[in-house]
């Protein structure tokens, strides 16, 4: 899946979040957005997965070349489109096996038998070791934080999806959690090669985990700089204070050293 | 498990019912007053349409009773008069028309506790007010009392949610909550995000709303569902 997002302007209650945002991410590529709290990171995915709470004031994002402005959240998520939460939210009442079954039968537009549906979910639970007890208990309720995340890539490898964005997929998971779940996303992605993936962190761990083609520093809105998988290094050594006088100057191999 | 059923041919007139035993209670389409004593510690599954009824409680043990109701007029009071007697009410509903959910809860000894929860899901513009009253007298001391009151919109309409604490101990703990709205947008996004349409996304947070912490059986949940497919689906 190629994603093409062009001159994105985003606002929430008259503040100006993105401003001429540009991004092309192309099938089986892996880019990383990272910057200081606040820059709208979060923003970009939640914009990109439709978020009605945001406000699109110009722009647009085209998927394969055709603008998705006017699908909905689920239209978009059937089109391929995965979002892993920061924070995936607990529903009580509904348990998880009912929400994963609800999901994987609207996504697919057909009804998967109860058989083949257990003996799939039974298979992804094993290979990320989540324990099949918690597919009968309520949506990540009482879940610790790395069981929550275990939950978003199960979902994620039901759902099968085309392009997929990582928020903060690091925080709450522990180191061997940690490397379970990208392991589990490498996987996929070596079974589907086609699969493009936006990682949205603030930390080096996960990227030498899930090695990205592209790193993208976001500030004021749109994307200052752009370098390979060693630029995340350099910025966990020299922060972002680097990037505050603009563009220009930050390519200097000293301003790293 | 007592099996009892309230419906149009039983007698109207106020009627006394021991429970010693788990219980499900169906009343149909009924107008009726029920004195229920309980002295053991029970489950109680109440099914309640179409009906307008006035329960009053005698509790003597730990009991925990949940309510299911469509379109129904309720009123309700729990005297809790033995010490160290609990009561847990989970209470969900469907409303129609303009209805009323009286609880009155009368804490008459010392150290006992309740915990009411409140869910309601008004389909129509009717009207669904939800009055709480929790009472504690001036002799009944480490008392804990909760209620949780909420009522999901699914048009526009005006309910109430009038929590009421008459507190007349000061070792007493007391909390209430109420919220009055729509559905929540983060959690539409988040079912929605999954593929989700719309329409299913409502229809999961209607029974995760309904069902909450309701402790039923599969075939009591098979009854509530049976109501929530009639809307969605």
């Not at chain 1, 991410?25 to 923003?43: D, F, L, Q, W």
């Not at chain 1, 998520?77 to 609800?102: H, Y």
């Not at chain 2, 009717?126 to 909760?146: A, E, P, R």
Request: with cysteine; glycine share 4%; aromatic share 8%.
């Amino acid at each position: 899946m190629d994603i093409k997002i062009v001159d994105l302007c985003v606002k929430v209650k008259d503040k100006e979040i993105l401003n001429n945002f540009n991004l092309n991410i192309n099938s089986g590529e892996i880019h990383v957005i990272m910057g200081p709290n606040g820059v709208g990171k979060s923003t970009l995915s939640k914009v990109i997965m439709g978020n009605s709470d945001y406000d699109v004031v110009s722009g647009d994002i085209l998927v394969n070349g055709k603008s998705i402005k006017d699908l909905d959240v689920s239209q978009r998520a059937k089109l391929g489109i995965f979002l892993s939460f920061q924070n995936p939210l607990e529903i009580e009442g509904v348990t998880n096996s009912e929400f994963l079954k609800t999901m994987v039968r609207d996504v697919r537009d057909s009804d998967i038998s109860l058989y083949d549906f257990i003996k799939e979910v039974n298979v992804c639970s094993e290979e990320l070791e989540f324990n099949k007890d918690m597919l009968h208990r309520h949506i990540n309720q009482n879940f610790s934080g790395g069981e929550k995340k275990k939950n978003e890539i199960l979902q994620m490898k039901m759902l099968r999806p085309k392009f997929i964005i990582l928020d903060e997929l690091d925080s709450g998971l522990d180191v061997d959690s940690l490397h379970l779940v990208c392991s589990n996303i490498n996987k996929y992605l070596e079974d589907n090669p086609s699969c493009a993936v936006l990682i949205i962190t603030h930390y080096t761990r996960l990227l030498k985990e899930i090695v990205p083609d592209y790193v993208h520093v976001l500030k004021d809105g749109k994307i200052v700089y752009t370098g390979d998988s060693s630029l995340a290094e350099k910025i966990e050594k020299s922060g972002y204070k680097v990037f505050d006088n603009g563009t220009s100057n930050i390519a200097e191999d000293t301003v790293y050293e | 498990m007592n099996k009892i059923v309230v419906s149009k041919n039983n007698i109207k007139e106020e009627k006394i019912i021991y429970l010693d035993d788990d219980s499900e209670i169906y009343y149909d389409d009924v107008d009726v007053c029920l004195t229920l004593v309980v002295s053991k510690p029970i489950c109680i599954f109440e099914y309640i349409r179409n009906s307008k009824i006035d329960i009053s409680y005698d509790i003597m043990s730990c009991v925990t009773i949940n309510r299911f109701g469509i379109d129904s007029e309720i009123v309700s009071t729990f005297n809790i008069n033995k010490e160290l007697a609990k009561v847990k009410c989970y209470y969900s509903c469907f409303n129609l028309n303009d209805h009323k959910y009286v609880v009155n809860i009368n804490h008459l000894k010392e150290k006992t506790e309740s915990f009411v929860l409140s869910h309601g899901v008004n389909v129509s513009d009717k009207k669904l007010d939800f009055l709480i009253n929790t009472n504690v007298v001036s002799d009944s001391f480490d008392v804990v009392s909760n209620q949780d009151s909420k009522i999901l919109l699914l048009k526009d309409s005006n309910c109430d949610i009038k929590p009421n604490l008459c507190i007349n101990n000061d070792d007493v703990v007391a909390n209430h909550s109420a919220y009055i709205g729509s559905f929540n947008k983060d959690l539409l996004f988040y079912l929605m995000s999954r593929g989700i349409s719309y329409d299913d996304a409502c229809k999961l947070i209607v029974k995760s709303f309904v069902f909450s912490d309701m402790d039923i059986t599969f075939l009591q949940r098979g009854l509530i569902l049976e109501e929530i497919n009639k809307y969605w689906r």
